[in-house]
């Protein structure tokens, strides 16, 4: 399954024109991410509030990760104040990985955001989380936080965006995505055999891990074909309900 490194912005001295700060509210649009993330068995490390665009990328790098996502919102230059608006998507030029990434987050942001024509992508070697990391990386501009209307939609629309993003991210790794869930404990009931775990959701995916009967697993969630998002020991991956009972 895939682990991504999600790098909200620690640039707390950017200030809403409506209150808080970019660090404040990407750090709230990264929380609430979490929960999506899990349920869909995706495996996340996260950077530090305290740390800064250097220590993110060195904490990165220091991991095999299949994708880096940095959250920011914009601000418009200074003669133009309050002026600008939409999101945009920075991609690595030359990593078909990133910018096909940066082209299915454009997609979807144009399925929330009220202006969709105003999405934009754009190809970066300037911007050091997009230039620097090992991973394939995208940096998010949601909105910019020194328009009003930009910056109460970002406030407004925290769990939407948060889980348009998720999706785009299980879109891209072509797993299900699966609505947040509470975790729950399980053990494997097959009376005596093993349950495979495996790395999708279909009966002829590559086998993860043998769970034995009785073993106990997590479930992250639940499928609506029936499958759960299982966790057992450090494997995460997929396996028939019929076969777990939760304790």
């Known amino acids: 399954m895939p682990t991504i490194f999600l790098s ?20 709230q649009l990264a929380d609430a991410m979490l929960p999506y993330l899990r349920s869909s ?19 990165s790098n220091s991991g095999n990760y299949d994708l880096h996502i940095a959250l920011h919102s914009n601000a418009s230059p200074e003669n133009m104040t309050g002026q600008l608006q939409g999101p945009d998507i920075y991609y690595r030029p030359g990593n078909w990985r990133s910018k096909r990434f940066a082209d ?16 934009d992508t754009r190809p970066s070697t300037q911007l ?14 949601v909105a910019y936080h020194d328009n009003w209307e930009d910056a109460q939609w970002i406030k407004d629309n925290i769990d939407p965006i948060a889980r348009m993003l998720v999706r785009s991210v299980t879109e ?13 404990s399980g053990r494997v009931a097959t009376g005596g055999g093993n349950l495979l775990l495996r790395s999708r959701p279909n009966t002829g995916a590559p086998v993860l891990a043998r769970m034995p009967d009785g073993a106990p697993v997590t479930v992250l969630g639940v499928l609506p ?3 759960y998002v299982t966790r057992y020991g450090g494997n995460v991956g997929y396996a028939s309900g019929n076969y777990i009972e939760f304790t």
């Open 172 to 184: 891209y790794f072509d797993i299900p995505f699966v609505e947040a869930q509470p975790e729950r």
């Open 225 to 227: 074909n029936g499958w």
């Open 41 to 59: 068995g995706v495996q996340v490390a996260r950077n530090s509030p305290e740390g800064n665009v250097s220590q993110s990328i060195e904490r």
């Open 128 to 141: 050091a989380e997009v230039r620097r990391t090992i991973a394939p990386a995208v940096l998010i501009e």
């Open 104 to 119: 299915i987050l454009a997609k979807n942001f144009k399925s929330i955001y009220p202006y969709p024509w105003m999405v």
């Open 8 to 27: 909200p912005s620690t640039q707390e001295y950017n200030h809403y024109v409506n209150g808080g700060t970019e660090e404040e509210i990407m750090n």
